[in-house]
DNA sequence: CTGAAAGCGCTTACAG
DNA sequence: CTGAAAGCGCTTACAG
């Protein structure tokens, strides 16, 4: 079982190292040959053997450099947290990780990290990039260098990554619009708070929204977003304003940022626990307020496994040449609840 | 960067093959060596070179034997998939599955099959096990062999697996009873139709479900539990029954099989789309419900991760030695409503 | 364009 | 109880 690059030279009447040549498109083969090695090994049904590659190569570090904003941003902590934790397994495959934190989506900073990265000697990225002109260009410098980069949740206009992990918001936002539909009567008015309307995820989450609480003959009253450009103090503005001015809302939608203001604005008018809200990402204000009661759902990007899937397929590319099989990769939206932290009193009571 | 036997041997004045006694195991060395070795390996940080190994070791093929009972079974079936395309994966590593079906939960043909593996020399073992003393005790002797054993979905007693693949009934059970206590309102009567309830799982999912139900002041008039007994027949008399008997039901948890039964029972009771219901497993009647309406939402195990963690947790053992982190690990339940099902219209619309 | 040899880090008989 | 040698399947210089 398992056919060699020795045979296939045998059954050819050459030596390993012409195969190798061949098998590996290193070229300098006389045509005739390569084609014949290429047909036998082909009928013969050979496979790399990864072992043999990956020791024979010598103990060369592959190192994957990460770039994430993470600096002060729970949910591009979660990234982070993942793509470290898939690093971490693939120690004795002897790829290490490179990572850099960048702050919000400053362009400047992310250039210069991946110009450091890039002097380390990276065999692969995993980012989350600044959705600009001078990022794509780089990145693309590094793709012709042979080098795949994996984006990581934040799409990016006109660069082709070697592959994509993320949410559909679309899809996503609809999903929470359905869950909405169910726990509020027809007629009902609705809010939506988002972080801006510029960001086209936050965008498409809200339209997926909004065409899921609409369809089959929804008829709800929805008001115009408020934007908290994910900040606290703006949100609380907003949402103050919003409620005072509007005093039927019967749910609201955090579809972004600035949560902790928005809780606040609800407590401060006496609306915390009366007002139903449904929220974006199992971040920590979030889930204080889920597990309270005072939110009725939280909807989960799942930003840890994001994080390892592009590893993974960073990985399985360095490793043994694989290609995923879709580009882009969409992580399913999950709608947790409450009793989904629910935590058994005692172990040996379960099962 | 990484630590080699030879190294190791050089430090303490022993040949490679000393050392690998030492760090193997294999005994027959000399307490003080091995002490010395030991202290050694330990400071400079020495970790095994998987590939190495698996070159040396020859390509010997690995053979992980799988046996589930999924004839018939869209649930069991679904495990089967996740560990084939796990073990697909794992061809390249030269490992390879051996697979059996079984059907229910017959022992003696659980048995006879083992004994098939077994003869077939496994090197590992997933199995969805028939909860009955005799299939404990060979499972035992299986271990005792040295063969890792992976328990998949269906709990067994009285036997310690390598490690245990499933849901937690109990807290899957709460989640389902956190969604329907939201979408009908306090003081409604809700029906719920089981399997059996002998069986451990379904009777530990009711559990979690009436708790979760009842519990933060709410008030619900549950009716007796239905058993089902997983068949089309007894499914469509017991919810013909029920409904006939109780015109005030506002919800129906079907919590286990005998799906089809049970909604044609309430389409001929001119119910279905009236009355709410919610349901186990991602499974086509289930489905079909979901995106007509007629069902609020349905509650997917993932039995397709728990197939592929289970080929995961066994391979990472016959490759790297790698012991799970934890014996016991639950795959979490998710909700899925109509629209998780949404497919974009176009796909280039996306992103 | 092609071959022969050395080496990656480990394991496996074989000697002693 | 311990060492020396061969070999796993591939890649990498080095010759030609």
């Known amino acids: 079982m398992g ?10 009447g050459v030596s390993r190292g012409t195969v190798d040549r061949v098998l590996n498109n290193r070229g300098k083969v006389k045509p005739e040959t390569e084609e014949r090695i290429r047909a036998t090994a082909e009928s013969m049904g050979y496979r790399f053997h990864v072992s043999s590659q990956s020791l024979s190569v010598g103990r060369r570090q592959l190192k994957i450099g990460v770039l994430v904003n993470a600096a002060g941003h729970e949910y591009y902590s979660n990234i982070l947290s993942g793509i470290l934790s898939a690093l971490e397994e693939l120690y004795i495959y002897d790829i ?15 250039l210069h990290q991946l110009d450091e990265l890039m002097a380390q000697g990276i065999s692969a990225l995993a980012i989350t990039p600044a959705n600009d002109s001078r990022i794509v260009e780089k990145l693309t410098r590094i793709t012709n260098d042979g080098i795949p980069v994996t984006v990581v949740s934040t799409p990016i206009n006109d660069f082709q990554p070697f592959s994509y992990v993320g949410s559909d918001h679309y899809c996503s936002g609809r999903i929470a619009g359905g869950f909405a539909r169910q726990i509020v009567p027809l007629g009902s008015e609705v809010a939506i708070m988002i972080g801006s309307l510029k960001m086209v995820g936050h965008e498409r989450r809200i339209e997926g929204f909004m065409d899921a609480l609409q369809s089959k003959g929804g008829d709800y009253r929805l008001l115009t977003p408020v934007q908290s450009f994910d900040d606290d103090v703006i949100s609380y503005k907003v949402i103050s304003n919003l409620v005072s001015r509007h005093p039927n809302i019967r749910l609201i939608f955090f579809a972004a940022g600035g949560y902790s203001g928005g809780y606040q604005a609800l407590d401060d008018a006496g609306l915390l626990g009366k007002i139903k809200v449904i929220a974006y990402d199992a971040v920590e204000p979030n889930i204080v307020q889920l597990k309270k009661g005072n939110v009725s759902a939280v909807f989960d990007q799942h930003p840890t496994k994001q994080g390892k899937h592009a590893i993974k397929q960073l990985s399985e590319y360095l ?10 990769n969409y992580e399913p939206t999950e709608i947790l609840l409450d009793e989904s932290f629910y935590v058994p009193v005692s172990e040996a009571e379960q099962k």
């Open 319 to 328: 490793l043994n040449h694989r290609i995923p099989e879709k580009r882009i």
């Open 3 to 12: 056919v060699t690059m020795q045979e296939i030279a045998y059954m050819c």
């Open 96 to 110: 290490t990780g490179i990572s850099k934190i960048s702050s919000g989506l400053d362009v400047d900073q992310q």
